[in-house]
């Protein structure tokens, strides 16, 4: 996915944009960078992050950047921000969504006689994408819109100028964005935690296709929010960090109501499960909600090492990936031997990690092992936000399952059928993935309970993934 930050101060920003972008590293693995405007114009610094964090990467940075406006960026996917040089004036650039219709808007622009520079292993950059649909238009605003409206899928901009940052939050409020106020001017952020130790209070969450600028004096709004909205539900169930919010619902407490509900639906006995325990850190919060609502002790029977592993650091090679989850985790012998776990994880994707870590529980001892992932079976990859887990939706455990019965070629009523918890078929799916992946026994979360647990108003969220609704 990717997160930004963004600071318009009377004094240096740099500072503030340095910690507030580092604050996003949980949201991306790839690259980040930052942009900054000041008494000597534009400088721009962008680093690949895929190995080291990004404060060791951009600690010269810090030293070196001025300006009193910045854009930062953790990316996912192409290297951002651009500076970029127009009828619109200079400008730096940063997005966080996800285009499904790169060729089509590429041939359109290339059409008009303007090229793509920045190819990233063979493909547009998707930030230049967006610069040069802003680009098509007379003026800036005018462009961002256009260009929000031009992509299917969903994107967040911001747009650094020498006039100040303008921040416009894609047209469903699939993704956050937040502003923070301290004495000498604002911020714009991905996670509200981000700016709370650098002295920002929160200021007020941008509304969907919400348009503004900021300037150390004010943040004033050029385009007034739609009223429909489809924010991320997995934000609350995994993406987000613990101690953010959004839409004034706290991630942490709503994972602890998805884990409470599904102790009442599990007749709050888990199995009569000895101990509830979490895939750190992912389902540590699902997991104290469950022990606190049924009364079973939460333990935590493998800890993830953390001081060589201080972020969390995740290969893009699949197999590389699983070696590394697994070298991260180690048991506590003596919390597992002969013991009934209840495992709560957020979710299951592919389903290889936690396939894995249930056998080492097994290999360490454990006697049962009973898995309830927080949220329901994945049945749609994202179109929205470039979830970064779910590639392609065949490589989904619950897809496989259903191609393996269904074959190819699935009617989507068939596929809402799975979706329902209620139906024969998912029961049916269930029972395969738990035998495939060697859990004692399984049960997901309900979709109407997970919604329920965030408690905006079911029809202002994005439940895609799993149920397929657009
Ligand atoms: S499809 Fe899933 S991951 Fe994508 S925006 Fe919707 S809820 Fe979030």
């Known amino acids: ?13 740099m500072f503030d944009l340095f910690f507030g972008t580092d604050y996003h590293s949980h949201l991306g693995t790839r690259r980040a960078g930052m942009a900054v405007f000041g008494k000597e114009g534009f400088d721009r610094s962008i680093h690949n992050i895929e190995n080291s964090p990004f404060r060791t990467k951009f600690e010269s940075e810090m030293k070196e950047m001025h300006g009193n406006l910045g854009i930062g960026c953790i990316s996912d996917y192409e290297p951002q921000p651009l500076i970029v040089r127009s009828h619109h004036g200079t400008y730096a650039i940063t997005t966080v969504g996800k285009i499904n219709n790169t060729d089509a808007l590429a041939a359109k622009i290339v059409g008009t006689g303007t090229h793509f520079l920045e190819m990233s292993g063979g493909n547009i950059n998707a930030t230049e994408l967006v610069a040069a649909l802003i680009n098509q238009k007379d003026h800036l605003i005018e462009g961002i819109r256009y260009a929000q409206e031009e992509i299917d899928g969903s994107m967040t901009i911001l747009v650094l100028t020498p006039a100040g940052i303008y921040a416009a939050r894609d047209r469903l409020g ?42 150390p004096e004010a943040v004033t709004t050029l385009v007034n929010p739609r009223r429909e909205m489809k924010i991320c539900t997995f934000l609350w169930v995994y993406y987000g960090y613990p101690s953010s919010f959004y839409e004034g619902v706290s991630v942490e407490e709503m994972r602890y109501r998805c884990g409470a509900s599904m102790a009442k639906r599990d007749g709050y006995d888990g199995e009569n499960a000895d101990i509830v325990a979490g895939v750190p850190d992912s389902g540590t ?61 957020d979710s ?19 006697g049962e092992v009973h898995v309830r992932p927080a949220c329901p079976p994945i049945l749609f990859g994202c179109k929205y936000i470039n979830f ?39 029961h049916e ?8 992946l060697g859990f004692t026994t399984l049960s997901f979360n309900r979709l109407d309970d997970m919604l329920d647990a965030v408690g905006i108003g079911r029809d202002r969220l994005c439940t895609y993934c799993w149920d397929g609704k657009e």
């Open 285 to 345: 919060a699902h997991a104290i909600g469950y022990a606190n609502a049924s009364g079973i002790p939460f333990s935590r029977p493998f800890i993830k090492y953390t001081p060589t592993w201080p972020r969390s650091f995740m290969p893009t090679i699949q197999e590389k990936r699983n070696l590394i989850a697994r070298m991260k985790l180690l048991p506590v012998h003596e919390l597992i031997d002969g013991k009934r776990i209840l495992l709560i994880d």
């Open 174 to 215: 699939r993704t956050p964005v937040i502003i923070g106020r301290k004495g000498d001017g604002y911020c714009a952020s991905f996670e509200a935690f981000a700016y709370q130790n650098l002295g920002y209070a929160t200021e007020r969450e941008l509304g969907p296709g919400e348009i503004v600028v900021m300037t």
């Open 1 to 13: 996915m990717g997160g930004f930050f963004a600071a318009a101060l009377k004094n240096d920003c």
């Open 429 to 436: 799916m269930l029972e395969r993935i738990r035998k495939q």
């Open 388 to 426: 970064s887990r779910s590639t392609s939706e065949m490589e989904l455990i619950a897809r496989r399952i259903i191609r393996e019965e269904e074959g190819e070629d699935v009617e989507r009523e068939v596929l809402t059928d799975y979706a329902n918890p209620d139906s024969d078929r998912y």
């Open 348 to 366: 299951i994707v592919r389903g290889t990690q936690l396939r894995e870590t249930t056998e080492f529980l097994y290999q360490s001892g454990a």
